[in-house]
């Protein structure tokens, strides 16, 4: 996939300019999405340059770790007003972190009240690519692909696909169905990127579903993991064959090698005892087969040593 979306851009040779677009990244969490979007943009960091966009959700105002600066201004018309947004920069571990600051875009709340991460979407998607415009102008830097992640920021990637030319790669961590007013999307500017495909009426009136829409208008569509993507391959993945594939989330190969566990390469069976392979020990897996009690109890009565457990679920009833 990579290989396919490399273009000879401003980037040493063999790496390539990410742009990586989300609603969280730490230290701004609500969920899972912050640490995924977060690990994702540094492990990418080791072998490429790495830009990070998101709201900034007033992270520069009140964190004080982070030596955050000013980079630039722009304007974008979001309504029947222009607003004036301000583009931070802070580095995190490698990455450059672009907060998009405006009136708007700085509320505290990532996802409430409804209203105002309605706001929110239709703001980042004029100032996601217009803060990729500043960057290519100030330092001739394009990047190679936007890697969007979740429906927050579809339209923000469907606009930079369509003016700046940079193929995009939408990835699903959960499926949400999530939709916007069809006449939102028109006061804010964004008629030309209504799909009547993506059109659905319901009792909320005529919506536009921008999870479809990502799937459709992106490049690549990838979830996290071949079990998540095999279990929503009828609902909505299938529809997509071709294009649609999965990434594994979530597993940080530099701290958790089963190659260092004690009974690595034996056979394995459901029988088989844990191995502790150290006192800070992390387990990581899928707990759809066995359950989180099952796991609890060998964890419980095989491990000698004290261990941490990370449980790591998929929003469903039977795992969580």
């Not at 208008?217 to 993507?229: A, F, M, R």
């Not at 088989?272 to 989180?292: E, H, Q, R, Y």
Request: net charge neutral; glycine share 8%; hydrophobic share 40%.
């Amino acid at each position: 996939m990579m290989s396919r979306l490399r273009n000879r851009g401003a980037c040493r040779h063999g790496s390539m300019i990410i742009s990586l677009a989300t609603f969280e990244h730490l230290p701004k969490r609500v969920g899972g999405l912050a640490e995924a979007a977060t690990s994702i943009g540094e492990s990418l960091a080791r072998d490429n340059e790495v830009m990070v966009f998101m709201p900034s959700h007033g992270i520069h105002k009140t964190e004080r770790d982070f030596k955050v600066k000013k980079y630039g201004k722009f304007k974008i018309t979001a309504g029947p007003s222009p607003f004036e947004v301000t583009v931070y920069e802070m580095d995190r571990n490698g990455v450059r972190v672009f907060l998009l600051s405006d009136d708007v875009l700085d509320h505290p709340d990532v996802y409430f009240p409804r209203e105002t991460l309605t706001a929110k979407l239709v703001h980042f998607a004029h100032a996601f690519p217009a803060a990729i415009n500043l960057i290519m102008g100030r330092e001739g830097k394009r990047p190679d692909v936007a890697h969007i992640n979740d429906w927050h920021c579809v339209l923000g990637g469907a606009v930079a696909k369509k003016y700046l030319r940079i193929p995009m790669v939408y990835t699903i961590h959960r499926i949400c169905r999530e939709k916007i007013a069809v006449d939102e999307m028109e006061r804010a500017g964004l008629r030309e990127f209504i799909d009547p495909e993506c059109i659905e009426v319901s009792k909320e009136g005529i919506m536009f579903n921008l999870e479809t829409f990502g799937c459709r208008v992106c490049d690549y569509l990838t979830t996290v993991s071949y079990t998540y993507l095999n279990e929503e391959w009828r609902t909505l993945f299938g529809e997509y064959a071709g294009k649609a594939t999965y990434v594994w989330n979530g597993m940080d190969f530099s701290f958790w090698d089963p190659a260092r566990l004690e009974d690595a390469g034996k056979p394995e069976t459901s029988g088989a005892p844990l191995s502790c392979a150290n006192t800070d020990w992390t387990m990581a897996f899928s707990t759809s087969t066995w359950g989180v009690s099952t796991w609890n109890r060998k964890a419980s009565t095989t491990c000698s040593q004290p261990h941490r457990c990370f449980w790591m679920g998929n929003c469903r009833a039977q795992t969580e």
